[in-house]
């Protein structure tokens, strides 16, 4: 692709603006996908705590009408 856009904007100065515009999209669509990947990353993590301590909870002898509703 990048070589037909080359061949095609014969000139180097403009070849060279679209490549480094293009380059630098690509990184920021990058970096925000990795920053909702850690995000999401994270609020797995909440989620697993949470559930691991009603789980304790419950097997600490917590009652369990307390602990399905959270469950669910």
């Avoid at 070849?15 to 970096?31: G, H, I, P, Y």
């Avoid at 850690?38 to 691991?52: C, D, F, G, T, Y």
Wanted: glycine content about 8%.
């Amino acid at each position: 692709m990048l070589g037909a856009l080359r061949d095609r904007l014969m000139d180097p100065g403009l070849f060279k603006a679209f490549t480094e515009a293009f380059v630098l999209e690509c990184n920021r669509l990058q970096s925000e996908a990795s920053a909702g990947r850690n995000a999401k990353r994270q609020e797995l993590e909440k989620v697993e705590r949470r559930i691991a301590k009603l789980i304790d909870a419950r097997a600490d002898g917590a009652p369990v009408a307390g602990i399905k509703g959270r469950l669910a």
